[in-house]
T-cell receptor
């Protein structure tokens, strides 16, 4: 069974304090690793797709990387508006159904 | 606006009543997913469609849950005889093809009283 585990569950940072969020996955034949941002009461907002180990994607203060067993979302010099829950999902071969982790709740203090 | 649209955004119902939610995917997206999300958890997969074909429905939570996608366009999710445990956010997402990123709607928040 496909599994996605995210850590930490919660993270508090000061504005400007860089950090990384981890996503470990166990899927049979990774077909895509996805990162989303979710604000309270709203649907997840797509951020990145990664397909193969070594791939990296960047968007503003966020950078996502992928290895054969895990993905990292690096946040550089975060701002309070980066506060949200960050979700990771992995789609495996066969059905390609994205399986989600529980998310990391990020709070950035000014 | 060409994003995924869900209706209603909020639904309060009495226990035992039936409810139906609608999802309009991004046009020309042939994959449509339904997920359920409870507080503090990630989205939990329920079912998905490839065009009008429902290819996976074993993860629907019980036989009270059913989904349709007539003509491969919009989709509906119905919950019969609602229970308090059905209270959650129901999310719909669509993607252009298998393995591509899925785009989500804003969800329908269901409260069963």
């Amino acid at each position: 069974e496909d599994q996605v585990t995210q850590s930490p569950e919660a993270l508090r940072l000061q504005e400007g304090e860089s950090s990384s969020l981890n996503c470990s996955y166990t899927v049979s034949g990774l077909r895509g690793l996805f990162w989303y941002r979710q604000d309270p009461g709203k649907g997840p907002e797509f951020l990145f797709t990664l397909y193969s180990a070594g791939e990296e994607k960047e968007k503003e203060r966020l950078k996502a990387t992928l290895t054969k067993k895990e993905s990292f979302l690096h946040i550089t010099a975060p701002k309070p508006e980066d506060s949200a829950t960050y979700l990771c999902a992995a789609a495996s071969g066969g059905s390609y159904i994205p399986t989600f982790g529980r998310g990391t709740s990020l709070i950035v203090h000014p | 606006d060409t994003g995924v649209s869900q209706d209603p955004r909020h639904k309060i119902t009495k226990r035992g009543q039936n409810v139906t939610f609608r999802c309009d995917p991004i046009s020309e997206h042939n994959r449509l997913y339904w997920y359920r999300q409870t507080l503090g958890q990630g989205p939990e997969f329920l079912t998905y469609f490839q065009n009008e074909a429902q290819l996976e429905k074993s993860r629907l939570l019980s036989d009270r849950f059913s989904a349709e996608r007539p003509k491969g366009s919009f989709s509906t999710l119905e919950i019969q005889r609602t229970e308090q445990g059905d209270s959650a956010m129901y999310l719909c997402a669509s993607s252009s093809e298998a393995g591509a990123e899925a785009f989500f709607g804003q969800g329908t928040r269901l409260t069963v009283v």
